[in-house]
């Protein structure tokens, strides 16, 4: 299931994929928006219960496993939940959720806040009225960004954010790709880690789970991503996929425009 459009580019000596974020609105399915109010519901349940706090991040183990798919969406239905809400974009090395948000490259961000080019975070965030949520772009590409995310104006802001904002979501790179989100770890309170069905090993996901322990980061949950329950091949599946079928309960194209039905697990 393409939680994002690809439209592959081939040559000999490179691939080039341009992604489309599916964003949810109100011509989006009864499935595709139920399955991030459950997300929404839990991750809740759990932040209340466990008292966590509310800066989160969402992660997976290896690209293009949908998580800024599951961070924007995740925030959007937050919001909708009359929650005050900032996505960041902490991929500092190739962020793009400024391309899938329609945000000018020049806007500042984490970067610019964090290098001390801006000093008010304030100034590093715009309101995305569609949404209905502030996102902080990851700013300008830069090398040292190991070192700009240990330094002490990484905890600083996110003090500050934490107490600006109901939530936060924090879109990071993927964790066993490089050491980044590991050292973000230890300013946010929780991890969810995405998962694409049938796109990683197991030994990927348990090297991602390891990483994230050996950080001592609280790891919240697992969203099953790229799910389609009709090729699972048993007889609960099946059961289940007639659910999906009949409820439209799916987590990618609308039942109308794809014969995939999938689901998302949290």
Same mark, same amino acid.
């Given at each position: 299931?393409?939680?994002?459009?690809?439209?592959?580019?081939?040559?000999?000596?490179? $691939?080039?994929?341009?992604?489309?974020?599916?964003?949810? #609105?109100?011509? #989006?399915?009864?499935?595709?928006?139920? %399955?991030?109010?459950?997300? $929404?519901?839990?991750?809740?349940?759990?932040?209340?219960?466990?008292?966590?706090?509310?800066?989160?991040?969402?992660?997976?183990?290896?690209?293009?496993?949908?998580?800024?798919?599951?961070?924007?969406?995740?925030?959007?239905?937050? %919001?909708?939940?009359?929650?005050?809400?900032?996505?960041? *974009?902490? *991929?500092?090395?190739?962020?793009?959720?400024?391309?899938?948000?329609?945000? #000018?490259?020049?806007?500042?961000?984490?970067?610019? /806040?964090? @290098?001390?080019?801006?000093? *008010?975070?304030?100034?590093?965030?715009?309101?995305?009225?569609?949404?209905?949520?502030?996102?902080?772009?990851?700013?300008?590409?830069?090398?040292?960004?190991?070192?700009?995310?240990?330094?002490? #104006?990484?905890?600083?802001?996110?003090?500050?954010?934490?107490? %600006?904002?109901?939530?936060?979501?924090? *879109?990071?790179?993927?964790?066993?790709?490089?050491?980044?989100?590991?050292?973000?770890?230890?300013?946010?309170?929780?991890?969810?880690?995405?998962?694409?069905?049938?796109?990683?090993? $197991? @030994?990927?996901?348990?090297?991602?789970?390891?990483?994230?322990?050996?950080?001592?980061?609280?790891?919240?949950?697992?969203?099953?991503?790229?799910?389609?329950?009709?090729?699972?091949?048993?007889?609960?599946?099946?059961?289940?996929?007639? /659910?999906? /079928?009949?409820?439209?309960?799916?987590?990618?194209?609308?039942? @109308?425009?794809?014969?995939?039905?999938?689901?998302?697990?949290?």
């Amino acid at each position: 299931m393409p939680l994002f459009k690809n439209k592959d580019k081939k040559t000999s000596s490179n $691939r080039h994929v341009d992604r489309e974020l599916r964003i949810i #609105s109100d011509s #989006s399915s009864f499935g595709f928006k139920e %399955a991030y109010r459950a997300l $929404r519901t839990n991750l809740s349940y759990v932040i209340e219960s466990s008292q966590c706090g509310h800066v989160i991040m969402i992660t997976s183990s290896i690209p293009a496993e949908a998580k800024s798919n599951v961070a924007v969406n995740l925030c959007i239905s937050f %919001a909708q939940d009359n929650k005050s809400v900032l996505l960041v *974009d902490c *991929d500092l090395r190739k962020g793009t959720l400024h391309r899938y948000l329609g945000v #000018s490259r020049r806007q500042h961000g984490i970067v610019e /806040y964090l @290098d001390g080019t801006e000093t *008010d975070w304030k100034n590093c965030v715009i309101h995305l009225d569609e949404y209905g949520i502030d996102f902080m772009p990851s700013g300008v590409m830069v090398d040292n960004t190991t070192e700009l995310l240990g330094s002490s #104006s990484t905890g600083k802001l996110f003090n500050d954010l934490s107490a %600006a904002y109901d939530m936060i979501i924090c *879109d990071t790179p993927p964790v066993n790709a490089v050491a980044d989100t590991s050292v973000l770890s230890k300013y946010t309170d929780g991890a969810i880690l995405v998962v694409s069905h049938n796109n990683v090993t $197991r @030994d990927n996901v348990r090297a991602a789970k390891a990483q994230l322990e050996a950080t001592n980061t609280n790891i919240l949950g697992v969203v099953l991503s790229m799910f389609d329950a009709t090729k699972t091949g048993t007889d609960n599946t099946r059961q289940y996929s007639y /659910y999906n /079928y009949n409820y439209n309960y799916g987590y990618g194209y609308d039942a @109308d425009k794809d014969n995939h039905n999938e689901s998302t697990q949290s």
